[in-house]
């Protein structure tokens, strides 16, 4: 098991951007993949971004594909999603996952493969 903190987040502008991160202090991650995934009230949760941890591959909701990119710094243990052009439907309660079960990123977004989870970071885009 893995200890994520979260980072980032707040209230933004339509159009305005935002960088969530998501840290293992003190543990190097050994897992195969991490996700973003965000709730928002009323709704379920639903899958943003995933990463495959040694590869980079990526992928993405189509919701937010070409405004989100999900990055990782291995030399710093650190997930990151950087979240362009916010639009207030984008306003939920985000969270970054950690998978240590083996599979493509797409397996990823299926928060069934995940077995750590952040603490959660509000972000919310109102004008």
């Known amino acids: 098991q893995v200890r994520l903190v979260q980072s980032g987040g707040g209230s933004v502008q339509p159009g305005d951007s935002l960088r969530l991160s998501c840290a293992a202090p003190?543990?190097?991650?050994?897992?195969?993949?991490m996700g973003w995934f965000r709730q928002a009230p009323g709704k379920a949760r639903e899958a943003v971004a995933a990463?495959?941890?040694?590869?980079?591959?990526?992928v993405y909701a189509d919701s937010v594909k070409g405004r989100f990119t999900i990055s990782r710094d291995i030399a710093e243990n650190k997930l990151y999603l950087q979240m362009n052009s916010l639009k207030p439907g984008d306003t939920a309660v985000y969270y970054c996952?950690?998978?240590?079960?083996?599979?493509?990123?797409?397996?990823?977004?299926?928060?069934?493969?995940?077995?750590?989870w952040g603490q959660g970071t509000q972000v919310t885009v109102s004008s």
């Open positions: 990463i495959t941890w040694t590869g980079g591959n990526t």
């Open positions: 996952a950690a998978s240590f079960v083996r599979g493509l990123a797409s397996s990823y977004l299926d928060a069934l493969y995940h077995n750590d």
């Open positions: 003190g543990r190097t991650f050994g897992g195969y993949g």
